[in-house]
């Protein structure tokens, strides 16, 4: 696939007036994003880089800058919730390091009452 700055404008433009969610296929995305991060590197400005090829800077940022999460942080993960034992004991601890030890779950939801 080519990318250079004239075919890729030239794909651009053959998907109509460009407007504000106006959709650009994926494919012409990550070549605008292959394009993008080639021009960035030669000091070329987002906006310019835009304006060159037709669409809107923020898309460009968006594109070529922003890689999706690939290492599982920020998604959702399972989570076991299981009923209190007895004897346990929590620890509050305040903004400015204070902090109380084994409290019952009834006494850290009295303390945290009380404090606010």
Excluded: K, N
């Excluded at 404008?9 to 494919?27: D, K, N, S, T």
């Excluded at 920020?74 to 902090?99: D, F, I, K, M």
């Amino acid at each position: 696939m080519t990318h250079d700055v004239r075919t890729l404008r030239r794909r651009v433009q053959a998907l109509g007036p460009r407007h504000r969610g106006a959709r650009i296929p994926a494919a012409l995305r990550r070549a605008i994003a292959v394009y993008a991060r080639d021009e960035r590197a030669g000091g070329a400005s987002c906006g310019a880089i835009a304006e060159r090829l037709g669409v809107c800077a923020e898309s460009i940022r968006r594109w070529a800058f922003t890689e999706p999460v690939r290492d599982g942080r920020g998604g959702l993960v399972p989570v076991h919730v299981v009923a209190e034992t007895a004897g346990t004991t929590l620890t509050v601890w305040s903004p400015s390091g204070y902090r109380v030890d084994g409290l019952s779950v009834g006494a850290a939801a009295e303390l945290l009452r009380r404090l606010a």
